[in-house]
């Protein structure tokens, strides 16, 4: 099914660990984007891109690094994993900015 | 600055009621909104896309209504279903390549 993939769709970090979410998408969009969605705050953009090669810092970037080698990948990356960083991620795709947009199943991390 | 509210937070209505979920932003210089349903443990799925142009969209039993005038978004879903149950998220264009969410209605449809 076309869509948005997300890995993984749970983790459990220390705190100062590393890791990278990885999101798919195999509609050929050209934006894709990175949230957060904490309780009472609704979902804020971490980071996006405009197409493949490059990235732009959303609303809530700090702590936080992307990457777009390949049209269809958009990588999320914690260098040093801090509790604050708990939260479910969200990756998004859309043909353009702001329209039709396709979000993933969501990766849910803990940060301990 | 824009704010994005979603009045009831929460909202339970027996199977068949006929409903309005309520979305008011306060900067009304928006180009478009669209209303997202977000089911348990999964991501969001797009419902509707009202242009600035446009005062209404409809898809099978949901219709929403935009007037950027007032502020104010709607969604109105007909004859619910237990399927229905889920929480409905409204979002606007904050600057380019993003979207102001607001925190939703989680609606529960009782058989």
């Known amino acids: 099914n076309a869509g948005v993939t997300q890995t993984p769709k749970f983790r459990v970090l220390k705190t100062g660990q590393s890791m990278t979410l990885l999101c798919a998408q195999d509609?050929?969009?050209?934006?894709m984007y990175w949230y957060r969605q904490d309780p009472g705050m609704g979902l804020r953009l971490i980071h996006y891109s405009v197409g493949e090669g490059t990235t732009a810092k959303g609303e809530v970037p700090d702590g936080y690094n992307v990457s777009r080698l390949k049209k269809q990948n958009f990588l999320l990356g914690l260098e040093s994993a801090a509790p604050s960083q708990t939260s479910v991620y969200f990756c998004?795709?859309?043909?353009?900015?702001?329209?039709?947009?396709?979000f993933g199943s969501g990766t849910r991390l803990t940060v301990v | 600055k824009q704010e994005v509210t979603q009045i009831p937070a929460a909202l339970s209505v027996p199977e068949g009621e006929n409903l309005v979920l309520n979305c008011s932003f306060t900067d009304s210089a928006i180009y478009n909104l669209q209303w997202f349903r977000q089911d348990p443990g999964k991501g969001l799925t797009s419902l509707l896309l009202i242009q600035s142009s446009q005062r209404e969209q409809t898809s099978g039993r949901l219709n929403a209504s935009l007037d950027k005038s007032s502020g104010r978004s709607t969604l109105y879903i007909a004859a619910s279903q237990p399927g229905d149950s889920a929480t409905y998220l409204c979002a606007v264009p904050r600057g380019a390549n993003n979207l102001f969410f607001g925190t939703g209605t989680r609606l529960t449809v009782i058989p």
């Open positions: 998004a795709s859309s043909h353009r900015d702001n329209y039709g947009y396709t």
């Open positions: 509609m050929n969009h050209e934006y």
